[in-house]
Each structure stands twice: as structure tokens, then as C-alpha cells.
């Protein structure tokens, strides 16, 4: 049997272990927070290859994942309706994958606490060292500890996130805090209002413990907005004063950046995007970061996920890459017997999406004026 150590315990690296463990093999997630992960309060937009795996984790229908959508819709700036398209879109949230991926994995085998420190390469194992002294040796060390891995900065310190320009704020509100003639405006829509060198767009989600009924659901809003990397150093620093890496959590914004951001969404935004601003009692931000890795499998480590490539929001798409790593990974290693020929294959249609990926979230951050 063999075996796999998986670094981070977020959504790629249990995507890859629920799926390495359906091909016979013995894995370990270790992931670095001593608590088990909370919902960061984000939409997501879902894909093909989430689905495929939450139907693989049991999941039946849609209202088991998301709330579905049937239209997208764009406003003007006195909330009339520019557009309507019927484009069906099923929509989720982190909290809600997260709780059917882990509880997909046996709980004996995710070890919280677990915060990866360095790493031997041997011929055919590696051996991974853990802060408190913990090692283990595995056939396959798999890098999913997310945008600032550890893992990565071992193998390729050059590779550095670089700022795309802009920031996204957001926020998450339940529809029980909005009054009805707003919630007729969202829902059922994948709505958008685009003004100059901006967007801003809403969708409902499930509640936070995966609800999906009516008067359960929240709204979930993205506001795309420019800004030069002097004013990024004010923004991701928090009330406290400290500076944060790339984006500042739910209730922790300095309160001058969120007074100036809400004085601007007063100006610009319809009515209805008004309405739900106002009614969002804890905003975040977070930088739009780009970040492309040239190699992917280090002899037996390889970087998986947000380690690997940091893909613009835009393309809605970073969950269901690092989903999509997974499954062809499990794929190649399901197909051959060298695993070293199986790792060079992989690395090849990995390398290639990601890419193709990030092109495609860069190209669409232009033409919306980002
Ligand atoms: C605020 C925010 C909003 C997002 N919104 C969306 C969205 O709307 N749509 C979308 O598709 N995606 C979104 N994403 C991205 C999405 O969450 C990730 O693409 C997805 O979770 C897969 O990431 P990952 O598992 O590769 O990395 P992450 O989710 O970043 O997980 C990495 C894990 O590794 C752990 N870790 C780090 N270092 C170590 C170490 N040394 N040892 C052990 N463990 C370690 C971390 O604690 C973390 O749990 C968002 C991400 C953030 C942060």
C-alpha cells in the first residue's frame, strides 16, 4: 500500500485525500490550525469537478450544495435592469464544501496541530518534519497549505505572489436581515452592476450550516475595486495596527478603510447593492494576487492548489483547480505503475491548466476594467 503524507487540511488537500484513499492508498492530513477550519465567509461559484466530488462524498440533489439560480442580471446605477439572461448556476459556499469533504475523510487520519516545518528527499520516499518534532515518511509529500505554502517557498523561494492592482471587498449578509423588495431584486440572480473600472456582483449561498431553504440563505457580494499597492499598506492593516499578509477577516478592518469604502458605495452603487452594503455588519477585504509556479513535482513532492497557482476570482475557478488537480492526480497514479512516470504526466496537464487558468483570469480582469 502506499502511502501519502497531504500538508493543509482546506479543500485541496481533503479533496486529495478522500480521493487518494478510493485508489487503495493509506493518506495522513496534517493541518497546521489546532481548530477545525471555519467558514471564511465566501461564496462559491460551483463547478464541475466540486460536484463530481461531492456526489462521490453522498451528496444527492442540488439543494444538498448550493442554491440554484436561474438567471444573471445586470442593473444600471438607478437599479433598472440592463440585462437578463436565463444561465442556470448552482451556487455554494466554502463552509458547506468544507463539512462534506471532512466529514468524507476518516477523522483519525486529519491531524490538526500539525504544522509542517521541513523536508528530506530520499530515492522513492520523502520524509516530511512537522514543528514539535513529529515526522513521517511517505511515498508522496503533497503541498496543499494554500497561496503562502511553506512547502513551496522550500522548493522554489523565487516564486513570490505578486498584486494585481486591485482589492476585492466582500461580504455575506442572511436574507433575514434584508427587507423583501430588496431580496426580489437577488433573488434567483447572479447579479451585476458595472460602473467605471468596477464591478460589484451578488449571489445567494447557503447558510452557514449548509441550509439551503428559504429565509435560511445569505447574500454573498464581491465589489472589485482598483487600488495602487501605497493605499493596499493602510487597507490590510487592521484595527489593531497589525499589517496583514493579503487580506484583513470579517470584523477586523481598520474602521477608517471601512467608513471610506461604505462612503463610496453610498455614492456609486443602485439602490439594492446600497441596501445590502448597509446591512453587512462585517465586510472584508482581500488583495487579488497572481501567482504561477514553473514545476509542480519536486522528485516526491508536489504542489497542489492555491500552492501551486493563484487564479483570479473572476474565473470562479481556484476551488474546483485545486478539485481538478486531485482528480487527474488519482487518475495518473490509478493508470500506471512508475509513479515517477505517473508524477511527470500529471505535472504536464497540471501545469497546463493552471496556466490556461490564469490567463483566462487575467484577460477577464482587463476587459472589466481591473
Ligand atoms: C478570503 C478568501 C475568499 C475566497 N473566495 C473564493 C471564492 O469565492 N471562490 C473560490 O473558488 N475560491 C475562493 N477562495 C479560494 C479558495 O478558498 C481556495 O482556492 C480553496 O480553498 C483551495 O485552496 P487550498 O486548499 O489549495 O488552500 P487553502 O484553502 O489556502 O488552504 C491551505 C491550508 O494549509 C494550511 N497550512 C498552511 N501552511 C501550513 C503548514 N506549514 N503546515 C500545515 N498546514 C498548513 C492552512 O492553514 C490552510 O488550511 C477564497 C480564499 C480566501 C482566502
Redesign the pocket.
Given at each position: 500500500m502506499k502511502r501519502a503524507a497531504v500538508?493543509?487540511?482546506?479543500?485541496?488537500?481533503?479533496?486529495t485525500g478522500i480521493l487518494l484513499r478510493k485508489i487503495g492508498w493509506e493518506v495522513d492530513i496534517?493541518?497546521?490550525?489546532a481548530q477545525s477550519?471555519s467558514d471564511?465567509?465566501?461564496?462559491?461559484?460551483m463547478?464541475q469537478e466540486?460536484l463530481e466530488l461531492l456526489r462521490l462524498c453522498g451528496a444527492k440533489g442540488d439543494g444538498d450544495v448550493g442554491v440554484m439560480l436561474t438567471y444573471r442580471k445586470s442593473l444600471d446605477a438607478n437599479g433598472s435592469v440592463v440585462s437578463s439572461d436565463r444561465m442556470p448556476q448552482l451556487m455554494t459556499s466554502?463552509g458547506l464544501?468544507?463539512s462534506w469533504f471532512k466529514q468524507s475523510f476518516p477523522a483519525e487520519d486529519y491531524h490538526l496541530g500539525?504544522?509542517?516545518?521541513s523536508m528530506r528527499q530520499g530515492g522513492s520516499s520523502v520524509t516530511a518534519h512537522?514543528?514539535g518534532g513529529m515526522e513521517i515518511k511517505a511515498d508522496l509529500l503533497v503541498a496543499?497549505?494554500?497561496?503562502?505554502?511553506?512547502?513551496r517557498s522550500l522548493l522554489l523561494p523565487e516564486i513570490q505572489p505578486e498584486y494585481a492592482g486591485y482589492v476585492?471587498w466582500?461580504g455575506v449578509v442572511p436574507e433575514s436581515d434584508l427587507s423583501a423588495d430588496v431580496l426580489k431584486v437577488f433573488e434567483d440572480n447572479f447579479t451585476f452592476f458595472r460602473m467605471a473600472e468596477s464591478h460589484i456582483l451578488c449571489y445567494l449561498i447557503p447558510s452557514e450550516t449548509g441550509n439551503t431553504d428559504v429565509g435560511q440563505r445569505r447574500l454573498?457580494w464581491?465589489w472589485y475595486w482598483n487600488l495602487s499597492e501605497a493605499e493596499l499598506d493602510p487597507l490590510l492593516t487592521d484595527a489593531s495596527g497589525v499589517r496583514r499578509g493579503?487580506?484583513v477577516?470579517p470584523g477586523t478592518l481598520h474602521p477608517e478603510q471601512e467608513s471610506k469604502q461604505r462612503k463610496i458605495a453610498e455614492r456609486v452603487l443602485p439602490p439594492a447593492f446600497k441596501e445590502l452594503l448597509r446591512a453587512t455588519k462585517e465586510p472584508?477585504v482581500?488583495a487579488i494576487m497572481d501567482l504561477a509556479c514553473p514545476q509542480l513535482v519536486f522528485n516526491r513532492a508536489i504542489l497542489?492548489?492555491?500552492?501551486?497557482f493563484?487564479?483570479r476570482?473572476h474565473?470562479?475557478?481556484?476551488?474546483?483547480?485545486?478539485?481538478a488537480?486531485a482528480f487527474t492526480l488519482v487518475g495518473e497514479l490509478a493508470g500506471r505503475q512508475e509513479l515517477s512516470e505517473s508524477l511527470d504526466h500529471w505535472q504536464r496537464s497540471e501545469l497546463n491548466r493552471g496556466q490556461r487558468l490564469m490567463s483566462y483570469g487575467q484577460g477577464l480582469g482587463r476587459s472589466q476594467g481591473r
Open positions: 500538508v493543509g487540511g482546506s479543500l485541496t488537500g481533503l479533496a496534517f493541518e497546521r490550525s477550519l471564511r465567509g465566501a461564496g462559491i461559484v463547478q466540486t466554502w464544501l468544507y500539525h504544522e509542517f516545518d512537522f514543528k496543499a497549505d494554500g497561496f503562502r505554502s511553506s512547502i476585492a466582500r454573498n464581491v493579503y487580506a477577516p472584508f482581500q497542489m492548489g492555491d500552492a501551486s493563484v487564479i476570482p474565473t470562479a475557478a481556484s476551488t474546483s483547480k485545486g478539485i488537480n
